[in-house]
């Protein structure tokens, strides 16, 4: 019988470039203590926890800087 419990599926993760030829195209993700490495641009099969730690970093960064924007609207000083 083979052991399932240990196979997690696989889902695609695709992280955009950055047109900068000088910027580092390699982004690090990290969970539970378990690291990956992705390279910008290329589709890479990864475990579902990582690409949803992807998305999250991804929404609390868009959150900032619009809590930043909104914030330098009320205080332009």
């Not at 909104?70 to 332009?76: D, G, I, V």
Request: hydrophobic share 40%.
């Amino acid at each position: 019988m083979a052991d399932t419990k240990n196979k997690e599926e696989l889902v695609p993760l695709r992280i955009d470039r950055i047109p900068d030829p000088k910027a580092d195209q390699d982004v690090f993700i990290s969970v539970n203590f378990k690291n990956i490495i992705v390279r910008r641009g290329e589709t890479v099969m990864v475990k579902p926890a990582f690409k949803k730690a992807w998305e999250e970093s991804q929404r609390a960064m868009y959150e900032a800087l619009d809590f930043e924007q909104s914030e330098m609207q009320k205080n332009p000083n």
